[in-house]
């Protein structure tokens, strides 16, 4: 069953602490993504990943950390910097290329307190 | 700067209808075009995609989408609305004009209510 996987679906965490939420893909895509969506504002990307051990800041990336040490995972550290933490967080992969459209996983909500 | 624009928070639509979500974009090369589904609590699902070609794309679940490279608009229709298509809709573009990665920007979503 080929997809893209995010876990946990939900997560708790009290503020100051770091947070890693993981994203695993079996399409053998190289580029992988994550956004971050807040109602009404449509999906804001953090960073992005076009090959393994190579990554790039996006619109959003302060108070945020990634690896791409694997083609199949791009894990996304929230860490105790970022401001308003509390949000759904989307991981994405696609082939290379602005033609192809992106595959998402079902997402991990976040919650800070 | 690229940009798209979803001028409709929500569409409501009787099932049986037929539904259109507005979606009109703004990029400097040529315009790579994409819509998106998203049900609650779940991730995007792509629809369909404009590249090149035919102004006319089909997609999923009876979808379709009309390229107006004049109004620089891309609309998402279906001829009979189904309450199951009752969902967040996003339309997406990006630049195919140039190398290099080429971010995606999505436009802020609409939701479509398909009424009984």
């Known amino acids: 069953d080929g997809g893209i996987t995010q876990s946990p679906k939900y997560l708790f965490r009290k503020e100051g602490q770091n947070v890693t939420l993981s994203c695993e893909q079996n399409?053998?895509?190289?580029?992988m993504y994550w956004y971050r969506q807040d109602p009404g504002q449509g999906l804001r990307l953090i960073y992005y990943s076009q090959i393994v051990n190579d990554f790039q800041k996006g619109d959003i990336a302060e108070g945020y950390s990634v690896s791409r040490e694997k083609k199949e995972s791009f894990p996304l550290t929230v860490t105790s910097a970022q401001k308003n933490p509390t949000a759904f967080y989307l991981c994405?992969?696609?082939?290379?290329?602005?033609?192809?459209?992106?595959?998402f996983g079902p997402g991990t909500r976040l919650t800070v307190t | 700067a690229q940009s798209v624009a979803q001028p409709e928070d929500q569409v409501n639509v009787a099932e049986g209808n037929p539904l259109t979500v507005k979606c009109t974009y703004s990029v400097s090369g040529n315009p790579y075009l994409f819509w998106y589904v998203q049900y609650p609590n779940r991730g995007l699902q792509f629809l369909l995609k404009y590249i090149t070609g035919d102004n006319l794309v089909k997609g999923s679940y009876g979808f379709e989408a009309e390229f107006n490279k004049s109004q620089t608009s891309f609309h998402l229709k279906k001829p009979s609305a189904l309450v199951s298509d009752s969902a967040l809709y996003f339309c997406?573009?990006?630049?195919?004009?140039?190398?290099?990665?080429?971010?995606?920007?999505f436009g802020t979503g609409t939701k479509l209510q398909v009424i009984p």
């Open positions: 994405a992969s696609s082939i290379s290329g602005a033609a192809y459209e992106q595959y």
């Open positions: 997406a573009v990006r630049d195919g004009g140039s190398g290099g990665y080429q971010k995606v920007t």
């Open positions: 399409l053998n895509h190289d580029a």
